[in-house]
Nanobody, 126 residues
Framework: QVQLVESGGGSVQAGGSLRLSCAAS??????????MGWFRQAPGKEREGVAV????????DYVNSVKGRFTISRDNAKNLMYLQMNSLKPEDTAMYYC?????????????????WGQGTQVTVSS
């Protein structure tokens, strides 16, 4: 019952930056805490966990390939989650999805999440 809408995708040259946003509705941050994350999928490849955050504490985890380049954050008051992407590489090109789950623990496994956004395309040219 959590609705998620991504925005901020686009085309950028290698080395550039993008900031993705995910707007959440259907719940209240003051009453509930969620595990939320960013996942990406390129054509012909499996969906991959990129970064996750627990809205209750701000705890985060990242896939090794983006550590030091991407930063996940959340603004609970605005029901927003962000992914700041710096030093973008062509291999970062993918459809990026935000996802959420109510229970459990931080996980980069897409199968663990039960609420998904529609996706926003990120294209990085060399």
């Amino acid at each position: 019952q959590v609705q998620l809408v991504e925005s901020g995708g686009g085309s950028v040259q290698a080395g550039g930056s993008l900031r993705l946003s995910c707007a959440a509705s259907g719940y209240t941050y003051s009453s509930y805490r969620y595990y939320m994350g960013w996942f990406r999928q390129a054509p012909g490849k499996e969906r991959e966990g990129v970064a996750v955050v627990y809205t209750g504490t701000g705890s985060t985890d990242y896939v090794n390939s983006v550590k030091g380049r991407f930063t996940i954050s959340r603004d609970n008051a605005k029901n927003l989650m962000y992914l700041q992407m710096n030093s973008l590489k062509p291999e970062d090109t993918a459809m990026y999805y935000c996802a959420a789950k109510r229970y459990g623990s931080l996980s980069l496994q897409p199968e663990a999440y039960n609420s998904w956004g529609q996706g926003t395309q990120v294209t990085v040219s060399s």
